[in-house]
């Protein structure tokens, strides 16, 4: 199984400063010959099912506010929320499509400090 | 717009069969670029990947779970169910179904169901 983790577990951020997610798979991602890193990036708020934001490592979903970006490649990834707004609050996973089992990062925390 | 909508028990007694069916609306279910997964989240932890079946039938399985599962595809009804059976305390947890979008069966969790939560207990 590809183990993906994420840090930290969680961190507190102030209203409009910047908040970074990394994300390590134990393997690379990368699927070289489409050049294209099978990784995404989930919000997810509490009762709620989680939310696709990112595909592709660095491809923001339709609707998705462009504050949320995500950067990498091969084994190291990166989730930036450039201006954290109060909506942010939630927790954020990162998960391999690259092999089966499927796997997901433990998730960060985000809070506002 | 694509919806995915869990249903079944929430109450299962240990050793039993969990079974849960997820109906897909808005969208055809039998396209040959969808993969549709179940997942699952016990209260309070992350998110584990139990398996998926194809538009042709295939199945993959989480090999930690793989001798207790079973997912399968009914097209006439729009739906796809998971059993898994010798379920204990361990298997209580929110279940979600998903759908995949990508032929090749590499591709992100696009539409989810808002999640059903399963409890085992006597």
């Known amino acids: 199984d590809i183990v993906m983790t994420q840090s930290p577990d969680s961190l507190a951020v102030s209203l409009g400063e910047r908040a970074t997610i990394n994300c390590r798979s134990s393997q690379s991602v990368l699927y070289s010959t489409r050049n294209k890193n099978y990784l995404a990036w989930y919000q997810q708020k509490p009762g709620q099912p989680p939310k696709l934001l990112i595909s592709w490592a660095s491809t923001r979903e339709s609707g998705v506010p462009d504050r949320f970006s995500g950067s990498g490649s091969g084994t190291d990834f990166t989730l930036t929320i450039s201006s954290l707004q109060p909506e942010d609050v939630a927790v954020y996973y990162c998960q391999q499509y690259f092999n089966t089992p499927r796997t997901f990062g433990q998730g960060t925390k985000v809070e506002i400090k | 717009q694509v919806q995915l909508q869990e249903s079944g028990p929430g109450l299962v007694k240990p050793s039993q069969t969990l079974s849960l069916t997820c109906t897909v609306s808005?969208?055809?279910?039998?396209?040959?670029?969808?993969?549709w997964d179940w997942i699952r989240q016990p209260a309070g932890k992350g998110l584990e990947w139990i398996g998926r079946i194809y538009t042709s039938g295939s199945t993959d399985y989480n090999p930690s779970l793989k001798s207790r599962v079973t997912i399968s595809l009914d097209t006439s009804k729009s739906q796809f169910s998971l059993k898994l059976t010798s379920v204990t305390a361990a298997d209580t947890a929110v279940y979600y179904c998903a759908r995949q979008d990508d032929s090749s069966g590499h591709a992100p969790f696009d539409y989810w169901g808002l999640g059903t939560l399963v409890t085992v207990s006597s």
């Open positions: 808005g969208g055809a279910i039998n396209r040959g670029t969808y993969y």
